[in-house]
């Protein structure tokens, strides 16, 4: 999730030596960075909401590659760094209220560390769900146990899915739900919140914060 921040004059000369195929491998890392930035910029001149999914090891396996191809269940989970690589698009973009970055993670260590406090501090950042490897059961309700305490629950985007199963979609939402609300049943019996309360966050929970978070 490396971000960068470049002048216009700069990256202009970037995106010229890109172009002319004399840039080197430092070079193409740094233009990566700084599409995601400028991919924010516009998201917020159009309107639009940017998501972003690191943390993915992709083919890890060569031998598998080779003989199968790709999306053959050998992508794993990595260590993700947020606070620094996304410093530069924060300072860019970051503060503005009329954009919306949806984070997400495979790194489960980075949720109270980096996410939870980057989410709450920031207009622009929202958390998305527990994402692929996690979304399950136990890695919802540790989503919700490391990132409510800092970041609450109207810093995230209560559940969305973007599953190929179409078959299954319903099934994860109703499982989402379910895991939700036991959260939330376990802080009124902790006497954290009140039933009423409850009942409200459940609501935004499963339709109304990711209707907003959309725009939908």
């Given at each position: 999730a490396e971000t960068a921040n470049l002048s216009d004059a700069a990256a202009q000369e970037l995106f010229n030596r890109i172009r002319r195929g004399s840039d080197d491998e430092r070079e193409r890392k740094l233009f990566r960075a700084q599409m995601l930035t400028?991919?924010?910029?516009?998201?917020?001149?159009?309107?639009?909401?940017?998501?972003?999914?690191?943390?993915?090891?992709?083919?890890?396996?060569p031998a598998v590659f080779?003989?199968?191809?790709?999306?053959?269940?050998?992508?794993?989970?990595?260590?993700?760094?947020?606070?620094t690589a996304l410093k530069p698009l924060l300072d860019c973009v970051g503060?503005?209220?009329?954009?919306?970055?949806i984070l997400f993670t495979l790194d489960e260590t980075s949720y109270a560390r980096e996410l939870a406090p980057l989410a709450g501090v920031y207009p622009a950042l929202k958390l998305g769900p527990a994402w692929w490897f996690h979304d399950s059961p136990e890695?919802?309700?540790?989503?919700?146990?490391?990132?409510?305490?800092?970041?609450?629950?109207?810093?995230?985007?209560?559940?969305?899915?973007?599953?190929?199963?179409?078959?299954?979609?319903?099934?994860?939402?109703?499982?989402?739900?379910?895991?939700?609300?036991?959260?939330?049943?376990?802080?009124?019996a902790e006497h954290r919140l009140r039933e009423d309360e409850a009942h409200e966050l459940a609501q935004e929970l499963a339709y109304t914060l990711a209707k907003k978070a959309y725009r939908l």
């Open positions: 400028e991919m924010a910029k516009m998201s917020r001149d159009d309107g639009l909401v940017l998501q972003i999914h690191p943390g993915s090891w992709r083919n890890h396996s080779q003989k199968f191809g790709r999306d053959k269940g050998f992508d794993i989970p990595t260590r993700t760094d947020y606070v503060l503005e209220r009329d954009l919306t970055v890695g919802m309700r540790r989503f919700r146990e490391m990132t409510t305490e800092t970041a609450g629950f109207y810093n995230t985007v209560g559940f969305n899915d973007d599953t190929r199963a179409f078959p299954s979609i319903s099934a994860r939402h109703d499982v989402a739900r379910r895991v939700d609300c036991a959260f939330l049943a376990r802080l009124v």
